[in-house]
């Protein structure tokens, strides 16, 4: 039997979606999760329990209107119905019966106690997010939101937290691994109903509300995931040398990069059927480690080389006896790692630039199939053709306060920028 959305269900929803989001640093991701008891993760839950139907709720209500029909494509409609049974799930989970005591000090956490203690921490706020400025999916930090909830607020660990507290962590913990699962295929599911919208309206390329609409959609899934992702991990894994759930508190930049080149170079001499691939000049210092998520730097870095040695590959000719290479070249300042890779591609009309920014953008000539069960994960395709590259690197870059930048020179090559915000304490933008 298929699911349905219920009325009652969608008042709720409703309901959530008049609550803004709350947003979390990386930096305090980190300092909740370093030395996670049951309490602290039961705190997580709870938080979670109410800020993942927050976030879900905005998506169902804005899936529900998006413009000239495009919410109609079924393709669209499949997707709002994962989130709105995501939504259901979680706010139907039964919560665990707390004693009263407990209740009090996580209600009061943050309050002083009479010997002017306080119960938790709560960790350092968030700052704004510098390379957001003015752009439509801001932050909700304290200074715009002064009554969010406060998350990471960290217990007092010493207490006694009963086996049902313990037993709730395994089932909420449960229940995200498969609201994830379920969340594998939104991307491609969406670029199916971008696609169903395309062929009945007879359009080459959306318009710019819709583009708003994809990044703000793809942002807000980044940072779900990116919780949930979090939580998961602080649950089951066993924790690793300098990791924090999913965050590392040591990536190195070159041991990345290099991955990152061999994977980039593989797929493209499979594609084209090259003996070898254009080589990557590496410039990076071996100790250049910061705080940061390596899956979404090696999406970046494989998405951006990928790029760069196709237009090698296509400006010099499949049969050329040598590409010139691409340099891949990593500094290291105070606010910023900033990651630049050159090519010499032949660059892209001044006239086109804007155009890779929006997704289904490509010069592909036949995009592949789009099946959503073709990659149960993550947007990956074998060499190019979906334009989703470029926009989707973009947004994991800015999701941390970095940016991702493209300058090119038609005729000779193309720069990429991508800018890492080390400093961590910027929140994630929200809307
Ligand atoms: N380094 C580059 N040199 C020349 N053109 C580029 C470069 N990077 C991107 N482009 C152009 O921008 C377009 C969009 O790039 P984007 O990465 O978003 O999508 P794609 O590579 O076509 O597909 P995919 O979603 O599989 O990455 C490309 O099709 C290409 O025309």
Not at 29 to 35: I, K, L, P, R
Not at 106 to 123: C, D, F, P, Q, T
């Amino acid at each position: 039997m298929s699911w349905r959305l219920s009325d009652k269900l969608a008042e709720k929803i409703n309901h959530y979606s008049s609550f803004p989001a709350t947003a979390v640093s990386l930096r305090q991701m980190v300092q909740f999760g370093q030395h996670p008891s049951g309490g602290t993760l039961f705190r997580g839950a709870q938080f979670l329990s109410e800020e993942l139907p927050i976030r879900l709720a905005h998506r169902v209500k804005e899936l529900n209107n998006l413009p000239d029909g495009l919410s109609e494509m079924p393709s669209i409609q499949k997707v709002r119905n994962w989130y709105a049974q995501s939504f259901e799930e979680l706010t139907e989970l039964p919560r665990p019966k707390i004693p009263i005591e407990l209740r009090e000090l996580l209600i009061n956490a943050n309050r002083k106690k009479s010997n002017g203690e306080r119960n938790g921490k709560v960790l350092l706020e968030n700052t704004e997010n510098p390379s957001l400025a003015g752009e439509d999916y801001r932050p909700i930090t304290r200074k715009n939101h002064l009554n969010s909830r406060r998350y990471f607020v960290l217990l007092d660990d010493s207490l006694k937290w009963s086996p049902e507290i313990y037993e709730y962590n395994k089932k909420f913990t449960k229940c995200l691994s498969i609201i994830k699962r379920r969340h594998d295929p939104v991307v491609t599911t969406v670029a199916q109903g971008i696609n169903e919208y395309k062929h009945s309206r007879q359009r080459m390329q959306i318009d710019s509300s819709i583009q708003s609409f994809l990044d703000r959609f793809y942002m807000s899934r980044i940072g779900i995931r990116m919780l949930i992702g979090q939580h998961i991990a602080l649950n089951e894994e066993p924790s690793r040398g300098d990791y924090v759930g999913i965050i590392c508190t040591k990536t190195n930049v070159r041991e990345l990069a290099q991955e990152a080149i061999e994977n980039a170079r593989f797929i493209c001499e499979d594609y084209y059927g090259l003996f070898d691939a254009p080589k990557v000049q590496l410039v990076c210092k071996p100790d250049l480690n910061f705080m940061y998520v390596p899956g979404h730097l090696s999406h970046m870095l494989f998405e951006t080389l990928k790029n760069s040695l196709r237009a090698v590959v296509e400006t010099h000719g499949s049969m050329a006896e040598e590409f010139p290479p691409v340099k891949l070249i990593v500094a290291e300042g105070k606010e910023d790692i900033t990651i630049k890779i050159s090519d010499e591609g032949g660059g892209i009309p001044r006239s086109a630039i804007p155009l890779v920014w929006t997704y289904m953008y490509t010069t592909v000539q036949s995009t592949p199939s789009l099946d959503p069960d073709f990659s149960k994960s993550d947007f990956k395709a074998p060499m190019a053709g979906f334009g989703y590259g470029l926009p989707l690197s973009r947004l994991y870059a800015r999701y941390f306060g970095g940016d991702l930048k493209l300058i090119s020179m038609e005729g000779y090559g193309t720069d990429v920028y991508l800018h890492l915000n080390r400093l961590s304490s910027t929140s994630e933008p929200l809307q």
